[in-house]
């Protein structure tokens, strides 16, 4: 198949709420759900939706509304909802083989040539990469253990207001309490510095990234610190779930001259920033950043599909033959799913039109934050859009942003939050968002800014 433009990937109607929302069909459904379905379940509770099916950035619910997707899954499907190109790939590959644990396969192979010319900095042909379980926290998993098989330490250090994931390990790295205060004790060794975050810390960019790296550089060489043998830095290269907090220029290369003083890998977790979303392929890119651990996931599966991985340097490849197990080591049509969205990225050049969309969307939202006290920060790169919120006191408002997403929601308009408070209006569309979706889009979130601030 010729892979289609992203004008014609999805429901033409978006956005079109014809009934109440939630409608009678979601309505049966998520109370359906609510009886039988885990009391774990969140994101309905949110955003009361049953989901029919989607197409590219537009998702009909049970009801037949359709809503435009600035959401994306929280960042997984970069190329749309079940675009036709991958999904091609995907469904042949289903009939051929699913399942080969760590068997070679094209697809398996085509997929590590595929991440080695997009990789980032140096990483370029000296690199490995290691499949593991599906999900963003398994291969975070994978970077503690050969993070710490290498360096034969123990001490992990990561930045506050981050989020790795919700397994053990990856919960240790963490910083949020709502997420492991019931689980402690987790990993022992595990030391939580300040991410450099100037607007929060009321600080200038610099000032703010020379207080974080004077932290960590403390750490390791001060012999008093307390950090008796540090095994790695985890660092998100912006943080997702902290807020979309972007860090300075020039704070992530001196991390990594840091870390590398110290003889201790960088881990640079793009599990939400990879793929395209910043408008590079990997948001290490944006400073020609060279992590010597990279964990992906998310968007690696193209439409969805579960998948994850970690590229390394290949000076780490230091395991043996089941240094690294589990009976999902790669699911072969998601690896073909991949590969797809590798092509449909680059033949639609959607890095570039990921840079354009999103610069579209700040100038917007920083037209709407020009008319209002509220709105502190209008932030990140590509379509990785965050906007933060304080009430009349210059506090955290999460209320306001609550009341965004229902507006929005109401309109047909999904949107999320982030931040610690809550108090950040997270946009992440797929990149396959078209120019008049975006436009649409964005008349109904600066609507609701208007009207709640
Ligand atoms: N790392 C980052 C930066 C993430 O944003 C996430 C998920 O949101 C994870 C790790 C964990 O991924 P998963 O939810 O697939 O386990």
Same mark, same amino acid.
């Given at each position: 198949?010729?892979?289609?433009?992203?004008?014609?990937?999805?429901?033409?109607?978006?956005?079109?709420?014809?009934?109440?929302?939630?409608?009678?069909?979601?309505?049966?459904?998520? *109370?359906? &759900?609510?009886?039988?379905?885990?009391?774990?379940?969140?994101?309905?509770?949110?955003?009361?939706?049953?989901?029919?099916?989607?197409?590219?950035?537009?998702?009909?619910?049970?009801?037949?509304?359709?809503?435009?997707?600035?959401?994306?899954?929280?960042?997984?499907?970069?190329?749309?909802?079940?675009?036709?190109?991958?999904?091609?790939?995907? &469904? #042949? &590959?289903?009939?051929?083989?699913?399942?080969?644990? !760590?068997?070679?396969? *094209? @697809?398996?192979?085509?997929?590590?040539?595929?991440?080695?010319?997009?990789?980032?900095?140096?990483?370029?042909?000296?690199?490995?990469? =290691?499949?593991?379980?599906?999900?963003?926290?398994?291969?975070?998993?994978?970077?503690?253990?050969?993070?710490?098989?290498?360096?034969?330490?123990?001490?992990?250090?990561?930045?506050?207001?981050?989020?790795?994931?919700?397994?053990?390990?990856?919960?240790?790295?963490?910083?949020?309490?709502?997420?492991?205060?019931?689980?402690?004790?987790?990993?022992?060794?595990?030391?939580?510095?300040?991410?450099?975050?100037?607007?929060?810390? #009321?600080?200038?960019?610099?000032?703010?990234?020379?207080?974080?790296? @004077?932290?960590?550089?403390?750490? /390791?060489?001060?012999?008093?610190?307390?950090?008796?043998?540090?095994?790695?830095?985890?660092?998100?290269?912006?943080?997702?779930?902290?807020?979309?907090?972007?860090?300075?220029?020039?704070?992530?290369?001196?991390?990594?001259? /840091?870390?590398?003083?110290?003889? $201790?890998?960088?881990?640079?977790?793009?599990?939400?920033?990879?793929?395209?979303?910043?408008?590079?392929?990997?948001?290490?890119?944006?400073?020609?950043?060279?992590? !010597?651990?990279?964990?992906?996931?998310?968007?690696?599966?193209?439409?969805?599909?579960?998948?994850?991985?970690?590229?390394?340097?290949?000076?780490?490849?230091?395991?043996?033959?089941?240094?690294?197990?589990?009976?999902?080591?790669?699911?072969?049509?998601?690896?073909?799913?991949?590969?797809?969205?590798?092509?449909?990225? *680059?033949?639609?050049?959607?890095?570039?039109?990921?840079?354009?969309?999103?610069?579209?969307?700040?100038?917007?939202?920083?037209?709407?934050?020009?008319?209002?006290?509220?709105?502190?920060?209008?932030?990140?790169?590509?379509?990785?859009?965050?906007?933060?919120?304080?009430?009349?006191?210059?506090?955290?408002?999460? !209320?306001? =942003?609550?009341?965004?997403?229902?507006?929005?929601?109401?309109?047909? $308009?999904?949107?999320?939050?982030?931040?610690?408070?809550?108090?950040?209006?997270?946009?992440?569309?797929?990149?396959?968002?078209?120019? *008049?979706?975006?436009?649409?889009?964005?008349?109904?979130? =600066?609507?609701?800014?208007? #009207?709640?601030?």
């Amino acid at each position: 198949m010729a892979s289609p433009g992203i004008h014609d990937i999805h429901f033409d109607d978006a956005p079109d709420v014809t009934t109440n929302v939630p409608g009678p069909a979601s309505k049966r459904l998520i *109370e359906k &759900q609510s009886k039988i379905d885990s009391n774990a379940v969140a994101y309905p509770k949110r955003v009361p939706i049953a989901i029919e099916e989607a197409k590219g950035a537009t998702v009909r619910d049970a009801d037949g509304n359709t809503f435009l997707d600035f959401f994306a899954g929280i960042g997984v499907l970069n190329v749309g909802h079940s675009n036709p190109y991958v999904l091609e790939g995907v &469904q #042949e &590959q289903l009939e051929k083989v699913v399942h080969t644990v !760590d068997f070679p396969t *094209e @697809a398996r192979l085509e997929l590590i040539e595929r991440l080695n010319d997009i990789a980032p900095g140096a990483l370029p042909d000296n690199n490995r990469v =290691v499949f593991g379980g599906p999900t963003g926290s398994d291969a975070i998993e994978a970077t503690i253990k050969l993070a710490k098989h290498n360096t034969g330490g123990s001490g992990l250090i990561a930045f506050r207001g981050s989020y790795h994931g919700g397994s053990a390990g990856a919960l240790s790295l963490t910083a949020g309490k709502k997420y492991k205060e019931d689980y402690t004790p987790l990993l022992g060794d595990v030391t939580h510095v300040p991410y450099p975050y100037a607007t929060r810390q #009321e600080q200038s960019p610099e000032e703010a990234a020379e207080a974080a790296l @004077a932290n960590v550089r403390e750490l /390791l060489e001060d012999p008093y610190s307390g950090l008796a043998n540090p095994a790695g830095i985890w660092v998100e290269p912006i943080q997702g779930e902290g807020g979309v907090v972007t860090p300075p220029a020039g704070f992530l290369p001196r991390l990594k001259e /840091l870390a590398a003083a110290n003889d $201790v890998p960088l881990i640079v977790d793009e599990i939400q920033t990879g793929f395209g979303r910043t408008g590079e392929w990997f948001a290490s890119d944006w400073e020609d950043l060279t992590p !010597d651990i990279m964990p992906m996931a998310k968007a690696i599966g193209g439409i969805g599909l579960p998948l994850s991985a970690t590229m390394y340097h290949e000076d780490l490849d230091t395991w043996g033959p089941g240094g690294h197990v589990g009976t999902y080591r790669g699911n072969v049509p998601a690896m073909v799913g991949g590969i797809r969205a590798i092509d449909y990225i *680059e033949e639609h050049d959607l890095l570039a039109h990921a840079r354009e969309m999103g610069g579209y969307m700040r100038e917007r939202l920083q037209a709407a934050a020009d008319e209002t006290d509220n709105i502190i920060e209008v932030r990140g790169r590509g379509l990785f859009t965050g906007v933060e919120f304080v009430d009349s006191d210059g506090k955290p408002d999460k !209320d306001v =942003v609550k009341e965004i997403q229902q507006y929005c929601y109401e309109r047909g $308009v999904l949107v999320w939050s982030a931040g610690r408070y809550g108090s950040v209006l997270r946009l992440i569309p797929p990149l396959v968002v078209t120019p *008049e979706q975006v436009e649409v889009g964005m008349d109904v979130v =600066v609507e609701a800014i208007a #009207e709640t601030c």
